[in-house]
């Protein structure tokens, strides 16, 4: 939900940017574009894509897999740190963010590295599966209806090799999860899907508080 990790007062998180964030001119054109979007809060922190980046070179992804793509930051960070021939299908059931997704994909040149699928995600997970796409996606990302998270991860379980690892965004949804009055639906499923994970022994696991909480699983 924030676009900044929690608990850094601004000097404290500016700082951090200040010394740290390495954003290219299109990353930093896409943030403020989406800026001005209603949906603004759906964006992830720069930090957080520099982040998503820095794995994508340690991990030597070369097949990705975005569920939630909104605007394009994410995916940007994805795509301009696969190789040549990399690949990223990125799921997402909203034409009009993607289509803003899409004109900085032309902008940065990575394009022809992403397939986009519009429609339900989880569907289309369902259709990668019918495609004997098991075990044969490097890294996932999950970031899109917080109510369907524990279906997308089992597809993306499925999805991902061994050693595969799935970045799942806003786990710690503000700080509602841990407060027991808050009992709207997205805090429910957040609060489930974590219940879930953690009890999932076909992965390692570590959540972190980057921006509004990731957590790492890593697929056994
Ligand atoms: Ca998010």
């Known amino acids: 939900m924030s676009r900044k990790s929690m608990q850094l007062d601004e000097q404290v998180y500016n700082y951090l940017l200040s010394v740290s964030l390495r954003e290219s001119q299109i990353l930093a054109e896409c943030r ?5 979007h209603p949906m603004a809060r759906m964006q992830i922190a720069p930090e957080q894509g520099q982040f998503i980046s820095f794995l994508i070179k340690l991990l030597h992804v070369k097949n990705a897999l975005e569920i939630g793509v909104f605007t394009g930051y994410s995916s940007l960070s994805i795509a301009m740190s696969l190789p040549e021939d990399g690949h990223l299908d990125a799921c997402d059931s909203d034409p009009e963010a993607t289509a803003i997704a ?19 995600a989880i569907e289309t997970l369902d259709r990668l599966l019918e495609e004997n796409k098991d075990n044969t996606y490097d890294f996932a990302f999950i970031d899109a209806h917080k109510p369907e998270y524990i279906d997308y991860y089992e597809r993306a379980l499925r999805l991902i090799r061994p050693g595969g690892v799935i ?10 999860v841990a407060d027991k009055n808050k009992q709207d639906e997205d805090t429910v499923a957040i609060r489930n899907f974590n219940e879930h994970v953690n009890k999932d022994d076909r992965v390692m696991i570590s959540m972190l508080p980057v921006a509004d909480g990731i957590t790492l699983t890593m697929k056994n």
């Open 167 to 176: 970045l799942i965004d806003n786990v710690l949804w503000s700080g509602n």
């Open 102 to 120: 899409k004109k900085y994909w032309n902008k940065a040149d990575v394009a022809e590295k992403i397939n986009l699928h519009i429609g339900p």
């Open 32 to 36: 403020a574009e989406t800026a001005k």
